[in-house]
């Protein structure tokens, strides 16, 4: 079984990514658990979604040192999910940082070395914006960072590419999977497709 | 057969309740509960509505199954609190056509003020409670919960939890049953008058079905399962809790029940006898553990004990029973928290900004709008249940009288005063009472996700409802002194509140009426700030659009976030905010 965390910043389209892992591992035959915590994702909150995927799934939810994977749409939501992952887990961020009210007004600050902080964590930082841009698809970035993380997550590439046909609008298709692929592409460059 | 979906535990309940031939839907909405009713309300032929409140949804369910439909009923834990009443009744009368109540808790309080356990309503009520583990089981237990619910004369409760509600998982749906035929309404008093002649016949009728669904809880056909393992350790579950035993305890034998109360006792007593030690494990709640003790059984502790309050998960229960934990990296410290704000435009804002001016004592309320307790705005006193905020308003002012110089004010959104605030008015009005009360009127049920309400008119199925003026209403109430402001503009919205809250002598109702901007998604040119002089009162706003540069202390805007809705720029004394 694989514990995998999405999370982010409401907006961000945590819960498209986790329905194309879902419909992929259901199409593969597995069991498969996609947990949501939403309510306030509207409202610039913190989101995160937990899938666990595989054989015997149990639980839905993923505590310290559980996540075989953690996709993080915002460095600063990366930072947090750190005690969420395995000591051999994989860590894939998008590369951009969305920054909370507190930091805005100067009630509060961000680290000092926020990239200093994800290369020590040994994350496989992805520019997925300017990617998908790239691919002709802007608003694709969460399945950019998708395609960076599907040699990790235990699913065939051809049914992760099937259910992002599936899941995405119609007219959407061939941009998302040129965005897809370009993250996978990606992932393969940096040479972090081994684990 | 029919394919595998991936459903949630909602989606799966709703599923199961138009299969069974549930006809009518009711309910409030309420997280985790609101997307049963969503999903049922698009079902083929049947009809769905949201109601003003719980109990009003109860009641109209009641009614429906008493008329002979197979009935769903769906709401939140604190629903379940504002449903009591006909709860407790209706488990005399018992039903019609089955009668269902979906009742969705909140272990953890992820989108709630508190954390309760409708299990403690299913044992006071004497009605059935089920308890889903997955979709799949929400799906079965649902569709067999009208039948018991027939079988029984009874409301059958199904409960589930935040991560059954909202996970999705596989579920094999069936096809529909051949639609039972709605049973024939007849007259029969003695069922569903209860004035105490007739009552005391139901009471008793109701005691011997408990005992008849205690034989049946108790039986084969009941969804209870034993999972034999260590002979050492036993653990009575249900619910999230038994997903997160299986993970944490692979080697453990379990007994997960499927139906809660009543409980199975004679099933739990022979577990325990198969097992050295048996332990119960649950979420913020200590009902299964009483009810097991109750039957005669000794409950053991795990050696670290478990949490009283919050949610469970594998890693507590491991920690709990001494099992290895995993170890993540260490948090990074000091991180910024990301709590939700109020949306860049929001109409609710400056009448925050208003009141907090004016240092009047807040009552608030329950809705997007308790955002504004948060900093910068920090507006607000207290905030308990749907409707409190005109009733405590009336009681700070009882306490603090006409010498305090503060003035009180209660906050209110329209589903909300829709709810339950209007009985709320009624009482302070009839008791002659003073102060402001603020209805917040941005036309929709904004929190739980954009509902209709009576305000707006618009029903879950689309059909055209009655549209309530909440002018008039507060009006005919009695109120003298009512007024309907736009939110957006701050001199309209600080010269209403002023002259409310100097009248302290008298009640004021101001109505701030201002469509939810994720109503509309009107955006309009956004913003820039020109020539700031780094006064900062545009960021005690609480714009998520709005920043600070950290090394000038100058102001800017973004122009991805701003939509345009100009309640910065109104505030800006040095008219540095243009566009
Ligand atoms: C008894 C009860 N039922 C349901 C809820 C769930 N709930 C929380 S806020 C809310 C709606 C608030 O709508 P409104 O008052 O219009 O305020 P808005 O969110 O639109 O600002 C509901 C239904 C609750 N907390 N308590």
Redesign the pocket.
């Given at each position: 079984m694989k514990k995998i965390l999405l999370c982010g910043v409401g907006g961000q389209g945590t819960i498209l990514a986790a329905n194309i892992l879902a419909e992929a591992a259901l199409a593969s035959g597995q069991e498969v658990k996609v947990s949501e915590i939403h309510g306030m994702a509207q409202r610039g909150g913190a989101v995160s979604t937990m899938i666990a995927v595989g054989h015997d799934v149990a639980s839905m939810v993923i505590g310290e040192g559980e996540a075989d994977i953690v996709i993080a749409f915002d460095k600063l939501e990366a930072l947090r999910a750190l005690p969420s992952l395995k000591r051999s887990g994989t860590l894939i961020v998008n590369d951009e940082l969305i920054k909370p009210a507190s930091v805005l007004t100067g009630k509060a600050q961000l680290p000092d070395d926020v990239d200093g902080l994800l290369f020590q964590a040994d994350a496989l930082v992805v520019p997925a914006e300017a990617t998908a841009r790239e691919a002709g698809s802007p608003k694709s970035a969460n399945v950019v960072l998708l395609g960076a993380a599907a040699d990790v997550l235990g699913l065939s590439a051809e049914m992760l590419q099937e259910a992002v046909r599936s899941c995405v609008p119609p007219k959407t298709v061939e941009a998302n999977e040129r965005a897809f692929q370009a993250g996978r592409r990606f992932a393969e460059e940096q040479g972090r497709d081994v684990r | 057969m029919k394919d595998m979906m991936l459903l949630s535990g909602n989606e799966a309940v709703a599923r199961a309740a138009a299969d069974a031939g549930a006809t009518v839907g009711t309910g409030?909405?309420?997280?985790p509960s609101t997307e049963t009713l969503e999903a049922f309300a698009r079902e083929e032929g049947v009809y769905a509505e949201w109601c003003t409140?719980?109990k009003v949804a109860l009641e109209v369910a009641l009614g429906a199954s008493a008329g002979g439909a197979r009935t769903l009923c769906t709401?939140?834990h604190?629903?379940v609190?504002?449903a009591a009443d006909p709860l407790f009744t209706a488990a005399y009368t018992g039903v019609g056509g089955g009668l269902v109540i979906l009742a969705a808790d909140d272990p953890g309080m992820h989108s709630?003020?508190n954390e309760q356990d409708s299990h403690w309503y299913a044992q006071a009520a004497h009605v059935l409670m089920l308890d889903p583990a997955d979709s799949q089981e929400a799906h079965d237990l649902a569709r067999e919960a009208f039948s018991l619910s027939e079988r029984f004369d009874v409301p059958v409760m199904v409960r589930s939890t935040v991560r059954i509600a909202h996970t999705k998982t596989p579920v094999q749906v069936q096809d529909a049953a051949a639609r039972p035929d709605a049973r024939p309404y007849e007259k029969d008093a003695s069922k569903w008058v209860m004035m105490p002649a007739f009552a005391k016949g139901r009471r008793v009728e109701q005691l011997s079905r408990v005992e008849e669904m205690r034989a049946w809880a108790d039986s084969a056909e009941a969804p209870n399962r034993i999972i034999l393992g260590d002979a050492r350790i036993g653990v009575v579950c249900a619910g999230a809790a038994f997903q997160h035993v299986r993970e944490a305890l692979p080697d453990a034998s379990i007994l997960k029940l499927g139906v809660t109360c009543p409980l199975p006792a004679e099933t739990v007593r022979s577990f325990a006898d198969g097992v050295d030690e048996l332990y119960v494990v649950e979420e913020a709640s200590t009902y299964l553990a009483d009810a097991v003790c109750a039957a005669g059984v000794q409950v053991s502790q795990p050696v670290n004990g478990l949490p009283k309050a919050g949610e469970l998960s594998p890693n507590l229960i491991r920690h709990a029973f001494g099992r290895p934990v995993p170890e993540g990296s260490a948090p990074v410290e000091g991180l910024p928290a990301r709590p939700p704000a109020l949306c860049p435009g929001c109409p609710?804002r400056v009448v925050f900004k208003e009141l907090s001016r004016q240092k009047a004592i807040i009552c608030g309320?329950?809705?997007?709008?308790t955002l504004g307790a948060l900093p910068p705005l920090s507006a607000m006193d207290a905030c308990v249940?749907?409707g409190a905020s005109v009733s405590m308003a009336h009681g700070f002012e009882l306490a603090l009288g006409a010498d305090d110089g503060r003035p009180v004010v209660g906050v209110?959104?329209?589903?909300?005063?829709a709810?339950s605030g209007l009985s709320s008015l009624i009482s302070t009005v009839y008791n002659a009472g003073a102060g402001t009360i603020c209805i917040?009127d941005?036309r929709?049920?904004?929190?739980?996700g954009r509902q209709g309400?009576p305000f707006n008119g618009q029903q879950i199925q689309g059909r055209a409802g009655v549209e309530l003026d909440l002018e008039r209403v507060v009006s005919a109430i009695g109120v003298e002194h009512v007024r309907t402001v736009d939110p957006n503009d701050v001199e309209a919205v600080r010269a209403a509140v002023r002259e409310a809250v100097r009248e302290k002598d008298r009640l004021d109702v101001l109505i701030f009426k201002s469509p939810?901007v994720l109503l509309e998604r009107k955006v309009q040119r956004p913003y820039y700030v020109a020539s700031c002089t780094g006064c900062g009162v545009c960021l005690t706003l609480g714009c998520p659009a709005i920043g600070k540069y950290p090394d000038t202390g100058l102001s800017y805007i973004d122009p991805q976030m701003c939509i345009g809705c100009g309640q910065c720029e109104q505030y800006c004394r040095f008219n540095a905010i243009v566009r």
């Open positions: - | 409030y909405p309420g997280t409140n719980e709401m939140k604190v629903g609190n504002v709630s003020q609710h309320d329950i809705g997007c709008y249940d749907m209110i959104g329209d589903s909300t005063f709810h917040l941005n929709t049920t904004a929190m739980t309400n939810c």
